[in-house]
């Protein structure tokens, strides 16, 4: 017997194994990738991963055109420790029947019900989907305990309340304190809603989780604080037990959506329900306060962060890591020569100096336009390992610094993005490739006049 979760792409009937299943979630919002693959919409984010969004309509050919996937839901998979996010209509329900058939074969089917149900196989995820799988390095660390995540793993953080242990998904804990090193404010809310509390000088609403839970009346010793797209949120508890990791299929989950407690999983001989994500997302929605830009400063501190320069090609924002920058040129500052080619991106040699560059525009690929009349359009001289290429933009919008574990790439350089990033304002921005900038367009080492 297998477990398979069905779900629906344009009204026909499709099944996944359990066992591959990472996350199921709601799309909220997708940055698109100019020159990906068509059954690549974009990416997403999901807790503090980002994760690429595949598009079951292309990759089943049962649409010419891959429709909005905002509102529809994704569902994570672990393939051979890569994952995707694919995109469906609607999720009905896991059921356990008999297999009839290998999960080693491209296409299974079976007969439920008098409905034909088509299992999306390993092995047909492997032979349709040629996209390189993304690498973010995410770390928790609280309490002086950090430990790096696996693919296909999840961390907890483990909390008593009273004589009760439970948990809570460590990727919507930002920090820990110590109750007894911040002052409190109270506020007349909820009752189980303690007050306001300045943390480093940030306030953050706080509830105590004692009162909701009718387990008594008592402040705990330490507050755990929640985070997603910048809300944040407060939980007063005992003491924090332990992080522990665990394998995704270990976890057992619950059906009821709505409660605070949905999963829960076997620790040191106790089950520890989870607290879910919908009642966080509640909490966070009813009773957050949002954290200005200047203030969130040190729920980063101490972690890696890259300098990443945000510009312009037309309306559309991109990214480049400042190490791949060599300068930037005002288009009057150069003198351009048309150069004859077949390629629709190269506009022709600029020289500056003793050396030249070929220039690269990408407005065609992006289906956007650069005003090279403007005296804000630039060129950016893009390097990599010695070789040099300049490319049009429009404008610099800015210089950001973002925590390394906000940077999700993909793992070779085949394509024209080389990754997302999460910015400062929770949004997402595609990172340029530079080494397929280079290498695709026969871009050489500068020439000495």
């Not at 999700?408 to 080494?435: C, Q």
Request: proline share 3%; hydrophobic share 40%.
């Amino acid at each position: 017997m297998i477990n398979i979760l069905e779900f629906t792409v344009k009204d026909l009937l499709f099944g996944l194994r359990t066992e591959y299943i990472k996350y199921i979630f709601d799309i909220e919002h997708v940055k698109p990738a100019p020159l990906m693959p068509d059954y690549v919409a974009g990416f997403t984010v999901h807790g503090k991963y980002i994760y690429p969004l595949i598009c079951m309509e292309k990759v089943l050919e049962l649409s010419e055109e891959c429709s909005d996937p905002v509102g529809k839901t994704a569902i994570a998979v672990d393939i051979d420790g890569n994952i995707y996010s694919l995109i469906v209509d609607e999720i009905l329900k896991i059921q356990e029947i008999e297999e009839t058939s290998s999960e080693n074969d491209v296409v299974n089917f079976y007969n439920l019900q008098g409905r034909v149900l088509e299992e999306i196989t390993p092995q047909f995820l492997r032979k349709k989907i040629k996209f390189p799988p993304v690498k973010q390095h995410v770390e928790t660390d609280f309490l002086g305990k950090k430990e790096t995540q696996k693919k296909g793993e999840i961390s907890f953080m483990i909390f008593q309340l009273g004589d009760k242990w439970l948990a809570v998904n460590t990727d919507f804990v930002r920090k820990v304190e110590d109750i007894e090193t911040v002052n409190i404010t109270p506020v007349k809310e909820k009752e189980w809603i303690e007050g306001v509390f300045l943390v480093k000088g940030v306030p953050v609403k706080a509830g105590n989780m004692k009162k909701l839970l009718d387990i008594g009346n008592s402040s705990g010793s330490n507050l755990i604080i929640l985070e997603k797209e910048r809300k944040y949120f407060g939980l007063i508890v005992d003491e924090i037990i332990d992080i522990y990791t665990t394998e995704e299929n270990r976890i057992n989950r619950g059906s009821d959506t709505d409660s605070i407690f949905k999963d829960f999983f076997v620790y040191s001989n106790r089950a520890i329900p989870v607290i879910s994500e919908s009642f966080i997302n509640e909490v966070l929605d009813k009773y957050s306060l949002e954290i200005e830009e200047t203030e969130d400063e040190f729920f980063t501190k101490g972690k890696s962060k890259v300098d990443i320069l945000v510009f312009r090609i037309g309306k559309e924002k991109l990214g480049l890591k400042m190490e791949n920058l060599d300068e930037v040129l005002e288009l009057k500052e150069v003198h351009f020569s048309s150069y004859p080619t077949e390629n629709e991106f190269v506009k022709g040699i600029i020289a500056k100096g003793n050396e030249s560059y070929y220039l690269i525009s990408y407005e065609s690929a992006l289906k956007e336009k650069i005003d090279t009349d403007s005296e804000d359009t630039k060129i950016l001289v893009i390097t990599d390992k010695g070789f040099k290429v300049a490319v049009l933009i429009s404008d610099i919008e800015d210089i950001i610094s973002v925590p390394e574990e906000n940077i999700a790439e993909l793992e070779d350089d085949s394509l024209f993005i080389k990754g997302t990033v999460i910015d400062k304002k929770g949004g997402l921005l595609n990172l340029l490739n530079p080494r397929w900038i280079i290498s695709r367009y026969g871009s050489t080492k500068p020439v000495k006049k």
